[in-house]
């Protein structure tokens, strides 16, 4: 069992940065590979990026490739997604996940076993 609590959301300006935290404990956090998924109102849920368990392999969906950086600490059983040069349509709640896996990543929603509650992202224009 995983348990996994995000952080750092909040209001920011467009161009603006965040980092957003997960924060997991459960006795083999280091062997899941994690993910951050968002959810705008009215829209599903989607992939932002995902990081396998040594942190060897990362993907990041196109909208936010080349601004969005994921990295973990298995020492500290967190994960983490710098955003930066944020843009309106990033505004979401952000989701972190872990994947039972240590055979690299994953961007479907459905192949992750545990989900965080979630974190609030608004980037105004």
């Known amino acids: 069992q995983v348990q996994l609590v995000e952080s750092g959301g909040g209001l920011v300006q467009a161009g603006g940065s965040l980092r957003l935290s997960c924060a997991a404990s459960?006795?083999?956090?280091?062997?899941?590979?994690m993910g951050w998924f968002r959810q705008a109102p009215g829209k599903e849920r989607e992939f932002v990026s995902a990081?396998?368990?040594?942190?060897?392999?990362?993907a990041y969906a196109d909208s936010v490739k080349g601004r969005f950086t994921i990295s973990r600490d298995n020492a500290k059983n967190m994960v983490y997604l710098q955003m930066n040069s944020l843009k309106p349509e990033d505004t979401a709640v952000y989701y972190c996940?872990?994947?039972?896996?240590?055979?690299?990543?994953?961007?479907?929603?459905?192949?992750?076993?545990?989900w965080g509650q979630g974190t609030l992202v608004t980037v105004s224009s």
């Open positions: 459960g006795r083999v956090y280091s062997s899941y590979a």
């Open positions: 990081i396998s368990w040594r942190g060897g392999r990362t």
């Open positions: 996940a872990a994947e039972n896996t240590r055979a690299g990543v994953s961007t479907g929603v459905y192949e992750y076993d545990y």
